[in-house]
């Protein structure tokens, strides 16, 4: 998800601002450049790099140990059964936290319109 932006902003600025709307949510970087928002450590938002005009949200595992987990259950079950469990309960809350901060993000550092929800991510 990109959510465009009229002031600049930083990373540091932003985890600063989701701690203190968000008490409730695990904050902290990953790389420099890479700031995930943890609900829960199966529901996450991840925050890449540092653009001019937009920032780029995307939905993920925040824990590394889930993500392999999932990926062990892959191997251990096949693709059908571990997808549709992600599909129909991880992806559903991980997109609905990224909606969550972005439309955040989007009254702090845009103009408060509509949040653009392409899938296009190519800078």
Same mark, same amino acid.
């Given at each position: 998800?990109?959510?465009?932006?009229?002031?600049?902003?930083?990373?540091?600025?932003?985890?600063?601002?989701?701690?203190?709307?968000?008490?409730?949510?695990?904050?902290?970087?990953? *790389?420099?450049?890479?700031?995930?928002?943890?609900? #829960?450590?199966? &529901? +996450? @938002?991840?925050?890449?790099? =540092?653009?001019? $005009?937009?920032?780029?949200?995307?939905?993920?595992?925040?824990?590394?140990?889930?993500?392999?987990?999932?990926?062990?259950?892959?191997?251990?079950?096949?693709?059908?059964?571990?997808?549709?469990?992600?599909?129909? *309960?991880?992806?559903?809350?991980?997109?609905?936290? #990224?909606?969550? &901060? +972005? @439309?955040?993000?989007?009254? =702090?550092?845009? $103009?408060?319109?509509?949040?653009?929800?392409?899938?296009?991510?190519?800078?």
């Amino acid at each position: 998800m990109k959510v465009k932006t009229v002031k600049p902003y930083t990373l540091e600025e932003i985890k600063g601002k989701v701690e203190q709307n968000f008490p409730e949510y695990k904050v902290y970087f990953k *790389t420099p450049k890479m700031l995930v928002v943890e609900q #829960t450590p199966s &529901i +996450g @938002a991840i925050f890449m790099g =540092e653009k001019k $005009n937009y920032v780029r949200i995307l939905e993920g595992w925040p824990s590394m140990g889930k993500q392999m987990l999932f990926s062990v259950s892959i191997l251990l079950f096949g693709i059908l059964i571990p997808f549709i469990y992600w599909h129909f *309960t991880v992806l559903v809350k991980q997109k609905a936290l #990224t909606k969550k &901060i +972005g @439309a955040f993000i989007d009254q =702090e550092y845009g $103009n408060g319109s509509k949040v653009n929800d392409n899938k296009e991510l190519i800078d």
